[in-house]
């Protein structure tokens, strides 16, 4: 069992910089690859980005490439998400998620296994 806790998220405004943080409690946490999804009010979860086990491969999101990285240190069990030159569409609940299998692509909330209550992200204009 995996238990995720996000943590960080609040109100800014447009341009600013924010770091979310999501700690895991599981011993293996080197073995899972994380992932961050948002779901803003009355819209579907989209994903955002996903990092390998290692840390060594992230993929992103078209929306936020290039303003948003992606890391993790696996003896911390935590991941994050660095989030710079915020936008007002960025504003939603965000996701940590971590699942066991690298198989697929990662991109797709049905590919993970386990999921942290978000934290909420709002961006002023």
């Known amino acids: 069992q995996v238990q995720l806790v996000e943590s960080g998220g609040r109100l800014v405004q447009a341009g600013d910089s924010l770091r979310l943080s999501c700690a895991a409690s599981?011993?293996?946490?080197?073995?899972?690859?994380m992932g961050w999804f948002r779901q803003a009010l009355g819209k579907e979860r989209q994903f955002v980005t996903t990092i390998s086990s290692n840390g060594g491969r992230t993929y992103y999101a078209d929306s936020v490439k290039g303003r948003f990285t992606i890391s993790r240190d696996n003896a911390k069990n935590t991941v994050y998400l660095q989030m710079n030159s915020l936008k007002p569409e960025d504003t939603a609940i965000y996701y940590c998620a971590a699942r066991f299998s690298a198989s697929s692509s990662g991109t797709y909330d049905r590919e993970y296994n386990y999921w942290g209550q978000g934290t909420q992200v709002t961006v002023s204009s």
């Open positions: 599981v011993r293996t946490f080197s073995n899972y690859v």
